[in-house]
């Protein structure tokens, strides 16, 4: 969903794509370049994406009752640095991190959404959300490794690991300007083309061109949730439109959501655009979009594009791996679909079978009942604000700055257009 900035990164592009978000359900699984860590999801080489598919697919089994393999969640919480941040991936979560080692805001987000869920990691998750503020840019965003130029992707991950560790973000300012102000600058106005969608970033002149990758991140980001949002309590059919220049949080979620609305009404579906290749479904953003949608009360809307899923997302799942299944365990979830029975599918089953095998799975699977670690989670973000703020979004991958690679993977990069 967003965009990697690095060489590295571009050289991982396949894997992240895949991961993550991935539009082209037949891209061959690299071959891993290092062995596989114990506790890590997947089996694909983790060098880019595992902080990220190891932070989706811990937070996809809690929300459906499932209590992961303390392995698994170890794995996790080890690869942080002492400054509170995340890589994509260290091989030796030993020793002190290199300081050649590329932290990433994406990473980070993600691993305080899952950990913040589990429960018993409040200190990690408040020192991940410390680093988080500190790299925060003067228009409110946050790009995609600190000190990089906003995007709507990376800023709206970080809003909702914010609101995940029970934190308003409207209420994170650098320079008095909010994460809901920087999505505000990437905001296409209606009536235009791609009117009430995101941008990733303004282009080269300075222009704004919708991105449906961004535009599902942007809504979440904009309502303040993350990766596993449900659906919003009252229903409407979403129509672009509000005060130019002067958008609420509500108008920016509801002008995205109209325009992904749009872009799933004749195909059912979002489509992937990189530079070269056929245009093809875009598995990753469609399941992205699903949530989106729901999360912001256009359940009419989603339903279509989450019957494409159903029908056509399992082989792009069991190619992609462990943050594939999360996004459709989360698109299901947001839409009260049950994900043990997905046009055929068990993906909780499938998804706990890429990794160390849980400690317990409920069988009902349905994780609303409050938990020991959700207990303890909002306590903690009770303790923080008070304000009891909703847990956030996704992310998906990460486009490379300069090289023209248009859902992550951080892994989630690359630009697309609806």
Excluded at 48 to 62: E, K, N
Excluded at 240 to 263: E, I, M, Q
Aim: aromatic residues 6%; neutral net charge; glycine residues 12%.
């Amino acid at each position: 969903m967003n965009v990697r900035r690095s060489a590295a990164a571009l050289a991982a592009a396949t894997v992240v794509l895949g991961a993550a978000v991935p539009a082209v359900a037949a891209t061959p699984s690299p071959v891993p370049s290092t062995a596989k860590p114990a506790g890590l999801y997947g089996t694909s080489d983790p060098t880019y994406d595992g902080v990220w598919r190891q932070s989706l697919a811990l937070l996809a089994q809690h929300t459906v009752g499932v209590t992961p393999a303390d392995e698994a969640v170890a794995w996790l919480a080890g690869q942080q640095c002492a400054n509170g941040a995340f890589a994509a991936f260290r091989a030796d979560p030993a020793g002190p991190c290199d300081p050649k080692l590329m932290t990433d805001t994406n990473s980070t987000a993600a691993a305080v959404q899952a950990l913040t869920a589990l429960g018993g990691h409040r200190a990690a998750a408040d020192k991940a959300v410390g680093w988080l503020k500190s790299v925060q840019n003067a228009d409110g965003g946050w790009g995609y490794s600190a000190g990089g130029a906003s995007d709507a992707n990376s800023t709206s991950v970080v809003a909702g690991a914010l609101a995940a560790a029970g934190q308003q973000p409207a209420q994170v300012r650098k320079a008095g300007k909010s994460p809901l102000d920087a999505l505000g600058k990437l905001s296409l106005p209606c009536g235009g083309d791609g009117g009430g969608a995101f941008a990733y970033q303004p282009d080269k002149k300075g222009a704004l061109v919708a991105n449906a990758d961004a535009t599902a991140a942007g809504v979440l980001g904009a309502l303040g949730e993350g990766f596993a949002a449900t659906a919003a309590k009252t229903s409407a059919v979403p129509v672009c439109g509000g005060t130019p220049g002067a958008l609420t949080p509500a108008d920016l979620a509801r002008n995205g959501a109209a325009h992904l609305a749009a872009a799933v009404t004749a195909t059912g579906h979002l489509t992937s655009a990189l530079p070269g290749a056929e245009d093809q479904p875009d598995y990753g953003n469609t399941a992205d979009a699903v949530v989106a949608l729901a999360a912001q009360g256009a359940a009419e809307q989603a339903a279509k594009p989450l019957a494409w899923l159903r029908q056509n997302a399992a082989a792009w799942a069991k190619q992609s791996g462990p943050a594939a299944y999360a996004q459709l365990v989360f698109a299901a979830r947001a839409t009260g679909a049950d994900p043990r029975a997905f046009g055929g599918t068990d993906l909780v089953a499938q998804l706990n079978a890429t990794g160390p095998t849980p400690q317990a799975t409920s069988p009902a699977g349905d994780a609303r009942k409050k938990t020991e670690a959700d207990t303890e989670a909002d306590a903690d973000k009770k303790s923080d604000s008070g304000s009891g703020y909703s847990v956030w979004l996704i992310v998906g991958v990460f486009l490379v700055a300069g090289i023209g690679i248009g859902f992550l993977i951080s892994a989630r990069g690359r630009k697309r257009q609806p």
